[in-house]
């Protein structure tokens, strides 16, 4: 098993640019999320899906999409990058919402 | 207020010592508490889960759960250089919703 694995490791982005952070696991979990970790902030939800076919916002939505095709696959859409979305990003699955196994992380920083 | 609150630290023991690390919450519903630990630029890693109030144990670390003082506690029995991360703690009312993250202690054993 990979468990959970990102990519990229590392981005830098311009200010207004798009990207996807993707994500993948390979435990067959009903649930996935998105963290963003910064320092004194801990760590916040973003994004979260109890199912393919069904996301719904966690604490800081805005800026960020998300779609859940496949069990497997869920990947974070930024629309268009702001130096405010500078972070490391934790993707997660689990059987539960409260029992996630997170991935290696995106350090994404945006100009 | 911050629904979960966590001393950031950092602290730096003796090899051998025993380690407390705290965590206090404002919501009184909340049900579920972990413990992650989170080596430098890695992702998080569950140590302990547990419901409700009382103790649970497993080797050499002690997850204490008050839910009358609404404080988590997390002890590190005969402390060891490999435990330097930050630890985390995280809670939430549900296995369906979502668990808020206190910002982590950074502890530090020194051989």
């Known amino acids: 098993n990979a468990g959970v694995t990102q990519t990229p490791k590392f981005q830098v982005l311009k200010t207004g640019q798009s990207m996807t952070l993707q994500c993948a696991q390979d435990?067959?979990?009903?649930?996935m999320s998105w963290y963003r970790q910064d320092p004194g902030m801990g760590l916040r939800l973003i994004h979260y899906s109890v199912g393919a076919g069904i996301t719904d916002q966690g604490e800081v939505p805005n800026g960020y999409n998300v779609s859940r095709s496949t069990t497997e696959d869920f990947p974070l859409r930024l629309l268009s990058a702001a130096p405010s979305q500078t972070s490391v990003y934790f993707c997660?699955?689990?059987?539960?919402?409260?029992?996630?196994?997170f991935g290696p992380g995106t350090r994404l920083t945006v100009l | 207020q911050k629904e979960v609150e966590q001393d950031p630290g950092p602290l730096s023991v003796p090899e051998g010592a025993i380690v407390s690390l705290n965590c206090t919450y404002s919501n009184s519903a909340f049900q579920y508490f972990m413990w992650y630990r989170q080596y430098s630029r890695k992702g998080p890693e569950l140590l302990m889960y547990t419901y409700s109030s009382g103790n649970k144990e497993d080797g050499r670390f002690t997850a204490q759960v008050d839910k009358s003082s609404k404080y988590i506690s997390l002890f590190i029995r005969d402390s060891q250089p490999s435990d330097s991360a930050t630890y985390l703690c995280a809670m939430s009312v549900d296995t369906g919703n979502q668990f808020y993250f206190g910002t982590g202690t950074s502890l530090t054993v020194i051989p």
């Open positions: 997660a699955s689990g059987r539960a919402l409260n029992e996630q196994f």
């Open positions: 435990m067959n979990h009903e649930y």
